[in-house]
Each structure stands twice: as C-alpha cells, then as structure tokens.
C-alpha cells in the first residue's frame, strides 16, 4: 500500500470515527485534517486540470498548508483562503467545500466550474470574499448566500445564474460589491439590497432585469458605483437624488424615460455619467456643467435637446476640466456647432456629436482640442469645407464626418495625422483629387471615401499603405487605371471601387489579396479580361464585377474560391463557358445578365456552351473587330493607332530591304581624303567621344553636310571584327531611331563610318552635364524613342538584332531631341530561329544583363535588360556604376527598394523640383520605375519584350500628359 493511499484511508477512517463520535456539525471534528479531506475531494470533483496544477502538488502526503492556492491561518491552523483562479480548471463544487469553516476567501475566477453551489457551504459563514466570476455555474443564485452574514465581495460576474437576485442579500450587511454582471438575472432589482448600509458598488449590467430602478438607489450615501447598463429597466429617474459619494452613474441601455433631472448636479463627486440609449427626453440640464470632476459624459441615443442659444451649453461644459469622453450623438440637439467647441477641455479626448441635426460649419477651433482621439459629427447637415486646422490633431485616431454637406477638397493637412486609424468622409459633397500624400498616413486602416465627387485618379502611393483593412472610393468621379500596387495591400478586407470611371486591366496582383473579403469594380470602364489569378482570392465572400466592359471567359479558377456568396459579372462583355463548379453550383442567371456570349447550363438562360469545338480563329478575329474596337477606350485606340502606324512604316522600310540587301550602294561615295578634310586632319577639336574600338568625330563634308565620322583603332583587338558587325547590322537597318549611316570609308588601314550628325550630342550628356536638364517628358520622348529602336531591332527585321550595348552614350539626340540608337560594334546578328547565343564579347558593365556577364549568353532579353537599367538612368540621373553601389546594393536594387513607396526618393531631384504636378509626376515615376524592374527580371525569361516596353510607356506617357495638361 502506497503511502498516500495509506494517508487518504487513515484520514477518512480518523474522520468517520469522528464523525460517528461526534453527532452532529461540531466545530471540535473540524481540523484542518477536515480541511484536506475536502480539499481532496475538490480535487477529485475537477475533471481537467490543464497545466496539472493540482494534481502533483495536492499531495495528501504534504500539508495542506503548502498546497498551491491555500493559505492557512497562523493561529488556529486552519484554511482560511482558496485561490485557484486563472487556472482554467473544469469541474464541479462538492458538499465537501462546506466543511472549510475557516474559509473567508474564496476565489476561483476564470475556470470552468459549472453546476450549482451546494446547499452545504451556507456553513461557511467566516466567507468575505466570494469570488466566482467567469465561471460556468448556472441556477438560482441560492437564497442561503444570505447567511454569510460576513461577506464583502460578492462577486459572480460572468455565470449562467439565471434566477432573480434573492432579496435575503439585504441581510448580509456587510457587503459592500455585488457584482453579478452577464448572468441572465431576471425579475426586478429588490429595493431590499439598498438597505445595506455599507453597499459601495453594485454591478448589474448585461442582465435581463425589468421594472424600475429602486427610487431609493438615489438615495444610498455610501454608493460609489451604480452599474445597471443593458437591461430592461423602465421608468423616471426620481427628480430628487442625493448621492454624495456617487462616483460612477452607468444607466445606459435600458428603456428610462422622462427628464434628466437637475438635481444630478448635487452628485459632486460624478466621475462618469452614462445614461446613453434610453428614452430620455427634455433638456439636457446645464447644470451638469456643476459636475466638477465629470470625466466621462455620455447622453447619446436619447431624445435630448438643449436650450438655445446652444452656445450657453457648450460654454458650460466647458467647466468640466477633466472630461475624456463627451458623446451627445443620436440627440436632436439642433442649431449650430459654436466655436466656443474650442473651449472645452483639452483632456477631451472623444467627442461625438453623431445624428445631432446639427447645421453651419465646422468650427476651425475645434482643433483646440488638442488631445482628441475620436472625432464624430457624421450624419448631420455640416456645410463649408474640412477646416485645415483639423491637420493639427495629432493624437486623433478616429474621424468620423461622413453623411454631411461637406465640400470642397479633402484638406492635405489630413496627412498630418500620422495617428488616425480611420478615416471616414463618406457621403459629402468633396471634390478634387484625393490627396497624393495619404501615404503618410502610416497608421490608416479603414478609408472610407465613398459618395463624393472626388476626380482624378487613386494617387499611386495610396496602395503603398500595406496594412489597410478597408478601402472604400465608391460612387465618385476617379479616373484613369489601376495601380498594379493594389497588391501591396496585403491584409486588405474590403475593396470597394465601384461607381467611378475606372479604365484599364483589372491589376492581376489583386489575386494576391487573400484576406479580401468584398471586393466591387462595378459600374466602371474596366477593359481586358477578369484575371485568372482572381482564383488566389481565397477568402473572397462578395465579388462584383458588374457594368465594366470586360472580355474573355470568367476564368475557371473562381471555381476555387469556396466561400464565394454573392457573384455579379452582369453587362460587360464577357464570352465563353460559365464555369461549373465551386460556388458557380448556386449562382442564378442574375450574376451573368447582358453579356456577350456566355454559355452553360439552362438555367443561367443562357446558350448551351458547344462542347469541344474551339472557337474558330476567324471568329475571334471578326470578336475583337465587332467587340473590342468599339468599346476600347482612347488609351487603347491611340496605342493601337500607333501600332498600326508603326506596322506600317516597317512594311514600308522592309519591303525595299530585301528586295535590295545592299542600300550601301546608293550611299555617298566619300573617300578617306575627303574625310582628313571634313575632321580637320582628324583634330582634337572635332573629337566627338572615344569608344572601345575608336572615336568619333565631326566633319563637314565638302557639300556642307556636316557627319558624324567614326574612326576604327586597326591597333585594338576586335576593331575589324566591329566594323565588319556594325557594317553587316546598318547595312541591314534603317529606322526612325537607329542613327542613319551616311558611307563607309574602308580599305587595309583605315576603317570608318560616316553617321548621320546629332547636334544634341548624346544622352549621357544630357543627364550629367550641369547646366542641361530634361523635362520628364523630354526623357520620356527619349525612352520611347529607345524603345522604338529595340522593337525594331528585335522583331521589325526577319533576323533579330541584338545591340548588346545600350547606355547613355549610345543614345544620340538630333537637333529636334529625337533620339537615335547609335553603336552597333558589339551588335547580334541571330540567326535563323535562334532566339539566343552564346558569345565572349563584353559589353558595358553596370548595363549587361546577368546571363551575358556570366555565360556570355545573348539574347534580345539582354537588351530589355540594359534598356531597364538605361530607364532607371535617366529617371534617377544615377548611373548603375555610381560610388553609392557596392556590395549587394546595386542602382536595380535601390530601385526596387524604393519603388514604388518611395519612388520620389529616387527620382532625380531635378524633376521633383521643376514638374509642378507633383502627384502626376509620381505616378508617372512609380510607373516607370516598375516598367524599369520588368524589364530588369533577374531571369531572362520574365522580362517582358521590347513591345511591351513600347505599349506601356507610351500609356504611362499619356496618362501623364492627361494627368498634367488636364488640369492646367
Ligand atoms: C506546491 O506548490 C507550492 C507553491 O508553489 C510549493 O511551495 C510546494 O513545494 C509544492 N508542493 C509540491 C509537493 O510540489
Ligand atoms: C487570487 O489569485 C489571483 C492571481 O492568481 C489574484 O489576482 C487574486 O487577487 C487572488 N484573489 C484573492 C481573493 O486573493
Ligand atoms: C422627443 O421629444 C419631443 C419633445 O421634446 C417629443 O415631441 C417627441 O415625440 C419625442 N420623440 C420621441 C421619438 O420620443
Ligand atoms: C463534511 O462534508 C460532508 C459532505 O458534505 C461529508 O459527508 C463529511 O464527512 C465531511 N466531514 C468531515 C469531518 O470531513
């Protein structure tokens, strides 16, 4: 027999020889043996001990004394306290506990012991403290508990008692909290209890208590706290109430109706008043402004009004030096906002005057008030526009002001509010662009700017707020396209976008949102198709996508998206099979009204999908042409114009070249003599710049003409091999933006071009020289004109051309600024079908793709790459072999950290300074920057082509000029 066994058998035989001996409940049979006994039988009653409190260190074999949660008393020896609180224990209490008659605290809060309390601890009348909150216990609370005639603190907050309060409470007259918080007490509130003499605070909120409040409450000297929010209590609060050491008054939530008598202002002592959402009516007394040390006074969803002129009653709360909360919202206070607001305290920290039919304007001295967190004048009918002056809250973290008539712009100075959480402005009448500095809004969560008649577009960097929640922009006039940013957003929850004249693709990056919840585009111009990656959507509940002009098919990926409820594709002009599965299983033929030629299952009332047969390539064809034109914006139109018109022109420059592959011959006959002649013996003078493989220099042909003269250095390795090259490439070539050969000049010594002359000299002059500057249109003129070049280059011509060497030198600028590739001496002929090769000629450092540096692999992909960083370049005036990178930091690196958050910290300064619409140029720039890192893909294979380049700058180019001249 182990030990402990042998100690539970001894005492248990102790005690029912005790119990035998002596009849009855004697003191005398109870020890602290007694004590153990019942405390084991506790620990058996509990059912789960989680972290094992109990069950090693309620030892029989240790003294109860050094048991965990008890403590004994020092004279007698006895259990005088149980704390097992916290410990989330489950069990029940057993009759056992009644024979701890030495106990005077019980404390068991924050478990799981449920049941009833067993008619047996009536005996433990030492009891002062009993705490059971936040326990599970349910029944009657048991009439006995009135003979603990020595309790305090009686505190059951938090259970499932669901009888009424016993009266036999009155008895205990020692009380001083009876906290029975969220039970489900029913019945009324017995007047009994306030007749304990002593009681301090009573705590009867979230209950299920009728009737009146017990007149006498009101006139208890020794209450403190009075706490019966959120029951059902009716009635007239009595006109005369004395409570000299009322502190806390909570009444809110019930159904009182009738005055808020004058006589409160005797109640010196009030701390916080809350009789919020009852029925309350009349005046709202001044004399509350006698509440010295009123910190918190909340009065809203009444049928309160105040006395005109308003000014007096808000001059008199001004006489409440320590008030925190001031909410009056839900009243018809009526008449206008005084400035005198400014004059409250400025420990306010939430005002709330929501619903209060309040008129005029805001006061610009509200800001006075310089401590508020929370700001609420929704649905009133404010006029005028948002004071500036709001900027200066910088502790606010809450603004509320939608639902008013509010116009003009949404003030800059809101960006000063590096605190605010949310921002409501919903339902006014604000115009003008959204302020292009909300990104410094670094703590914004909720946005919400819908009905309005904001204009422009989404300032770029408000998608650089990555931890919104919610952003709502619905219902204005925004324009333009959307930010593929919009994937920064990580945790966003809601997106509402509806209701604006939104163009372009849908970002394909909102499939990264996982948390999106809602998300509306509808009713905008939004063109091209629903992206596939919708399908990464996974927690996406409402979508609607209605009243946009898309194409394609619904992609079959939104099959995935399970928790999908609400779908709505209708009037756009989508095509194809509806997908089948997932959530399509419940959707209705609402969610695919007017379309094009969606198909599937007869109940969508929609043409059965021809299985099988794919869509013949005429029929597309004839879709795009009867679709697509009609419907595609200006943006689309004028890029497929200069499609057109480029295809063109390359029709008109290919056909002669291969009916003629040697143009050399219409060329100008110049003989080296000629050219000793045109540079002055080749002078210092005319030196134009020095290459790899020779120089450059200017000359004036004997007509007049004045060239560009390359000269080949026959001394350096490579030099015969890069004439023959460029000789073999220009031959070839012949476009706008390649610079034009003139003739060539060679024989055994002496190798040369003769180029077309570019008086703005070249590029990278431009960008470094001090007193030269490009506008950002200039440069972006420049960048397309480049990218022109390399379209050429790699699709305009049967055999692609790689340049290998694209950099700012290479870039030359005629005397209209037009730019023109230049530099062929390293260029790729690839030949038939081969979309790369391999070489160990060395190209530019800081401008060469990774895959050429390393394998010497050449490919159009190279110059796509140097074209980015040629991009980056003359967007940041930063060459890529700038002092500042080293190590791991690189010019595409710095980019890309900056980008598109800080994209202005990159841009060269120059044009931060000199563009006047600064928000325009910084979305042009986040624009440009992000083409530059498409095209500067570590993989050559995610780098888009020269095509695309030429596409999306000249949309970026538009935009800004839109963006620009349109509001000049
Ligand atoms: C029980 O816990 C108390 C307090 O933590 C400790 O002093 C005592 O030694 C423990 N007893 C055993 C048997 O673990
Ligand atoms: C019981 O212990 C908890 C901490 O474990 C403490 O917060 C609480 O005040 C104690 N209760 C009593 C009545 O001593
Ligand atoms: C509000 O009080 C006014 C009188 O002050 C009364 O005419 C009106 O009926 C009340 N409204 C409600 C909803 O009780
Ligand atoms: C006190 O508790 C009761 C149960 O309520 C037991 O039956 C008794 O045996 C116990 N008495 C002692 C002395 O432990």
């Known amino acids: 027999m182990d030990r402990t066994r042998f100690t539970i058998l001894f005492c248990v035989t102790v005690l029912l020889v005790q119990s035998y001996m002596c009849s009855s409940a004697d003191a005398a049979i109870l020890n602290i043996n007694s004590d153990q006994y019942a405390l084991l039988a506790f620990k058996t009653h509990i059912s789960y001990d989680p972290h094992n409190v109990l069950t090693n260190n309620w030892s029989a074999s240790t003294s109860v004394c050094s048991w965990i949660g008890i403590t004994c008393g020092s004279r007698h020896h006895r259990v005088t306290a149980l704390n097992l609180s916290y410990l989330s224990l489950v069990g029940i209490i057993p009759p056992h506990m009644g024979n701890l008659s030495f106990l005077s605290r019980l404390s068991i809060q924050n478990n799981s012991f449920h049941g009833s309390m067993p008619n047996e601890m009536a005996g433990l009348y030492r009891l002062q403290i009993l705490a059971l909150n936040f326990n599970k216990f349910s029944g009657e609370i048991p009439s006995w508990m009135g003979l603990l005639s020595k309790l305090q603190y009686f505190l059951l907050r938090g259970n499932s008692f669901t009888g009424t309060i016993p009266p036999s409470l009155s008895n205990i007259s020692s009380l001083k909290i009876i906290d029975l918080r969220y039970n489900e007490l029913p019945g009324s509130i017995p007047s009994s209890i306030f007749n304990i003499s002593n009681l301090q605070e009573i705590h009867l909120t979230y209950n299920k208590l009728s009737g009146p409040i017990p007149p006498i409450t009101f006139n208890i000297s020794s209450l403190k706290i009075i706490n019966l929010k959120f029951n059902n209590l009716s009635g007239h609060l009595p006109s005369n109430i004395v409570l000299p050491n009322l502190q806390s008054l909570l009444i809110g939530g019930n159904g009182l109706s009738g005055k808020i008598p004058n006589s409160f202002s005797n109640a010196s002592p009030l701390i916080e008043l809350e009789l919020a959402y009852n029925l309350l009516s009349g005046l709202i007394p001044k004399a509350l402004g006698n509440l010295k040390l009123l910190e918190l006074l909340n009065l809203a969803g009444n049928n309160l009004t105040i006395e005109t002129p308003k000014s007096w009653f808000y001059s008199s709360l001004a006489n409440l030096k320590y008030l925190r909360i001031l909410d009056l919202s839900e009243n018809p206070l009526n008449g206008i906002l005084p400035g005198s607001v400014g004059n409250l305290s400025t420990s306010l920290q939430q005002f709330s005057l929501g619903d209060c039919n309040i008129k005029g304007t805001i006061p610009r001295d509200i800001s006075n008030l310089s401590n508020l967190t929370l700001l609420n004048l929704t649905n009133n009918e404010l006029v005028g526009s948002i004071p500036n002056t709001l900027g200066r809250f910088n502790m606010l973290e809450g603004l509320y002001l939608q639902g008013n008539k509010l116009e003009g712009p949404i003030p800059p100075d809101l960006c000063y509010l590096e605190r605010l959480v949310e921002l409501h402005l919903g339902s006014n009448e604000l115009s003008e662009p959204i302020p292009a500095c909300f990104d410094n809004l670094t703590s914004l969560r909720v946005l919400h700017l819908a009905f309005n008649k904001l204009t422009s577009t989404v300032p770029l960097n408000l998608w650089t707020l990555t931890y919104m929640l919610e952003v709502n922009l619905s219902s204005n006039f925004l324009d333009g396209s959307l930010s593929l940013d919009i994937g920064n957003m990580k945790v966003l929850i809601i997106l509402d976008l509806s209701g604006n004249k939104l163009s372009g693709d849908i970002p394909i990056t909102i499939g990264g949102l996982t948390d999106l919840v809602n998300l509306s585009l509808a009713d905008n111009r939004l063109e091209g198709s629903i992206p596939e990656s919708f399908g990464g959507l996974v927690s996406l509940e409402f979508l609607d996508l ?423």
């Open 546 to 968: 209605s009243k946009n002009n898309l194409f394609g098919e619904i992609p079959k990926s939104l099959e995935a998206l399970s928790h999908l409820k609400y779908l709505n594709v209708s009037f756009n002009r989508l095509r194809g099979k509806i997908p089948v599965r997932g959530p399509f299983v419940n959707f209705s033929t609402t969610s695919f009204l007017s379309n094009d030629g969606l198909c599937g299952a007869p109940r969508l009332q929609v043409p059965p999908c021809k299985e099988g047969v794919s869509r013949p390539k005429k029929s597309a064809a004839a879709h795009i042409l009867k679709y697509a034109l009609p419907t595609i914006g200006l943006t689309m139109l004028v890029v497929a114009l200069i499609l057109v018109w480029k295809r063109s022109q390359k029709r008109n420059v290919k056909i002669p070249m291969e009916e003629n592959s040697l143009p050399l011959a219409t060329w100008r006959r110049i003989s080296q003599q000629e050219l000793l002649h045109a540079t002055e013996l080749f002078s210092a003078n005319n030196l134009l710049g020095k290459g790899s493989f020779g120089s450059v220099y200017q000359g004036t042909l004997s007509d007049g003409m004045i060239v560009a003269i390359k000269v080949f250095d026959l001394k350096v390795e490579g030099a015969f091999k890069s004439f023959d090259t460029e000789c073999e490439v220009l031959r070839n070539i012949r476009h706008r933006n390649l610079v034009k050969i003139i003739s060539t000049c060679s024989n055994m010594d002496f190798k040369s071009f003769v180029l077309e002359y570019m008086p703005n000299g070249n590029l990278e002059k431009w960008l470094y020289s001090q007193d030269r500057c490009l506008s950002v249109l200039q440069r972006l003129n420049i960048m397309i004109d480049v990218a022109s070049a390399l379209e050429y280059l790699h699709q305009g011509y049967s055999t692609p051309i790689v340049h290998c060497d694209l950099k700012p030198s290479n870039v030359l600028l005629d005397e209209d600024m037009v730019a023109h590739v230049a530099d062929f001496g390293i260029a790729k002929m690839l030949g038939d079908g081969d979309s790369m090769m391999r070489t160990m000629t060395l190209a530019t450092i800081g401008y060469m793709a990774p895959e050429y540096g390393s394998e010497g692999i050449v490919s159009t992909r190279g110059d796509v790459y140097s074209y980015g960083i040629l991009l980056m370049e003359t967007f940041t005036r930063k060459k890529p072999t700038d002092d500042m990178f080293f190590g791991e930091m690189s010019l595409k690196r710095w980019v890309e950290e900056s980008s598109p958050l800080l994209v202005t910290k990159v841009v060269d300064a120059y044009l931060l300074r000199s563009e006047r619409d600064y928000a325009s140029m910084q979305n042009c720039m986040s624009s440009i920057m992000g083409l530059a890192l498409q095209c500067c893909a570590e993989l050559h294979e995610q780098r888009i082509n020269a095509k695309s380049i030429l596409i999306t700058l000249n949309k970026i180019k538009l935009k800004f000029l839109q963006d620009t001249q349109g509001r000049s």
